[in-house]
């Protein structure tokens, strides 16, 4: 996303622990679950890099009343899709800005998912073609790819579904005077 709207940047993994952030943030909302996270991946990377500009993102998925995380197995994604099936959930995508050791602006951004009733059949092939990859997808789901014939409603913008609000971080960047206005 950020190469297609000309912001030049490089990887770093920033070796946060995620189970022990949820676990100390209970009293958080999905939403704000997202922001905390990645606000402590932008801070990890940015105390050694002091000088650069950070960018930390991280998703959340809130369905029926809980928290989701990622499937541990192709048969957790099973079920985890069939109980979603025909029924709405909302995916957050947290961004956070640090520089110098400091967040200096973080936001999230909601996405309503709607899946349509889809079939057992359809749910088979589904798991067979994406494979293990569905694993790193909270959702058990790339909507840029064969997930989006899960869906039958998504309500909300395309980036954030694909794990960053990119239009408030791309104007923070702007505000900043990082990228040009």
């Known amino acids: ?12 993994v920033a070796g946060v ?12 909302d999905a939403g704000a679950l997202a922001v905390r996270l990645a606000e402590a991946k932008a801070l990890a990377v940015s105390r050694d890099n002091e000088s650069a500009w950070v960018l930390g993102s991280d998703q959340t998925l809130a369905f029926d009343g809980g928290l989701v995380s990622k499937a ?16 709405t959930h909302q995916l957050h995508s947290g961004a956070a800005l640090a520089i110098g050791g400091a967040v200096v602006w973080s936001g999230v951004d909601t996405v309503q998912m709607r899946m349509r009733d889809f079939s057992d059949a359809f749910l088979d092939a589904y798991l067979a073609a994406e494979g293990e990859a569905l694993l790193a997808c909270v959702g058990s789901y790339r909507l840029e790819g064969l997930g989006s014939q899960l869906f039958e409603a998504v309500e909300g913008d395309y980036f954030t579904v694909l794990g960053l609000p990119l239009w408030p971080v791309l104007a923070e960047l702007r505000r900043a005077g990082v990228l040009a206005s």
């Open 17 to 28: 622990d995620e189970e022990a952030i949820k676990a100390a943030s209970g009293d958080l």
């Open 1 to 12: 996303m950020l190469e297609n709207a000309g912001v030049a940047f490089q990887v770093c």
């Open 72 to 87: 541990r197995s192709l048969d957790a994604a099973r079920d985890r899709l069939e109980a979603m099936r025909g029924r």
